[in-house]
């Protein structure tokens, strides 16, 4: 089968492999229907070294149920699942806990012998514990939407739970990226009537005003800093979310928090160490959460609005390609020339 | 009257100063019945630099109400009363928020016109908002409890309540100093039913098993965080308390934290940068969070339990002193002689 690999920085391929098969009773196999391009592929799009074995790719999928380990019951032969980006047991304490990401028995795509999923197919470990079926065709106009409950509908929604947004809580969300706007929808969500997104692509912030985004500021450092505390009477607001993960996003979520207030984190930590001191985080009590998404947590919660329709996530795609386009798709994304990128099989 | 004041490394001294007077309608004047010597008072005594003006030192007292503006409505000449180490108004929306030290009005002792506690008297800027009269003679038993309400006792019970702390989070406290043990305390007082408490010193944890520690662990570094990982399953704790500031302190936090969990910090961080990123916050969902505690906001909440003998925070102090010892009870608490002093006037 056709599967996508990264060997170097800018340097993605899509190349024939083995088709997967099922090595654990608890495995399934998935025909993938729907694949994405990730904001956080970028980071090694950017910065991996070259590697002549090269790097499976892609983390996010809805797919067909093609063939079943021997001990799986939650899904059948057939069945349209979501798969997340994490896979779990959906059994151990953190599961159960609701945090999907540190299961005791799972793990991430690409890693070890599991492979990614901008791919014809996969093999998917605990399936019981990872996929969730939807009750919907491979035809659906549903597909994007459902797409985005494998992580960036997931991710921006974990970094408003996190910051415990409610109707109370003025919201600033850094980072016009997918999992960005995902955050605004989200907040909205969860009753903020405040939100003020920073970005500068304008297209972008044009959708994140509909996903409920109340401001738009487009400046950067200091002076973005300034317009978000002019909105919100020199104090900054309650939550800030940064869906970007560069340092300089990081000192802009400590301009523009207010005291006592939440810098909630989705975007992957380009670096280590950051300021936590009196002069940041200390002095004025503010609270950093976040991390990487349990998307399997979110989905019972967020599914049931994308099937009525009420939300429609999967407008942040703005391309579609098919899979041996796919290197042509990262460097859309790259040139930020688009958005986010369904890749279609 | 006389003050204490520090001019350097080291360097306290006890000084005739002129007595302070009503300025504002707004203003009280008080009799210092008792106050204490901090562990955060320890940081400049090991680092400020040689100053010839020198700086007033103390942020913890109850005293006697000696003279009051016109405008105070809340407490009367006689009164004895709890000064908290932040003077707030009580009216703005942090203050009403519970989050007096990011008053919109008001500030911190030994700050611009405003004094230090370590002396005979003090004037105590917006005394309605500020302080909170307790029907308590000043010869009573009480007085050290009713001491611990002004810092450590509302700075340990901030830590465990900015932390969530419930009967379902096993906890670790860092540090065995006056604040450790108030965290221990406090965390036992909100249901939690393992506490481990991580220090050398076995005056203090015999103490802070007293509080409601479960588990004393006196290893530090490494051996302390495998040391506290055996107790917990290998996963750490659901929260950790770092009431120390220093960075050995944050990372052992780092290592002793379940995935998950909260670090919530007291202790006053004597870095700038540290490590928030893939490897430590981040990648198991980490949440910081901590600061400078609103001790006004709690002690509605602590002072029933102080008054009714159901606790005893006052147990902390193990050394008593006049005012004019107050250097002799600087140097006994940097050499780790004395757990926490108080100054009896």
Known sequence: MRATYMYG??????????????????????RVVGSCICGSDLHPYHSMAPSARGSSMGHECVGIVEDLGRDVTTVQKGDLVITPFAWSDGTCDFCREGLQTSCRHGGFWNAGDVAGLQAEAVRVPLADG??????????????????????VYGTGYHAAVKARVTSDTSVTVIGDGAVGLMAVLSARRLGAEQIILMGRHKDRTDLGREFGATEVISERGDEGVAAVRELSAGDGTHVVIEAVGHMPAYQQAIGVVRAGGVISRVGVPQYEDAPIGFGSLFGPNITLTGGPAPARAYIDTLL?????????????????????????????????EALKVLVRL
Do not use: Q
């Not at 920085?9 to 608890?26: C, L």
């Not at 990872?130 to 919907?136: A, I």
């Open 9 to 30: 920085a800018g340097d993605v391929r899509v190349i024939d492999v083995p088709d997967p098969v099922i090595k654990n009773p608890t495995d399934a196999l998935i």
């Open 304 to 336: 049931p609005g994308v099937l009525d329709g009420t939300v429609d996530p999967g407008r942040v795609f703005d391309l579609e390609i098919g899979l041996d386009a796919v290197p042509d798709g990262y460097r859309a994304m790259d040139a930020r």
């Open 130 to 151: 990872t996929l969730v079926p939807v009750p919907v065709e491979e035809s659906s106009p549903l597909i994007p939407s459902l797409l985005t409950l494998s992580d």
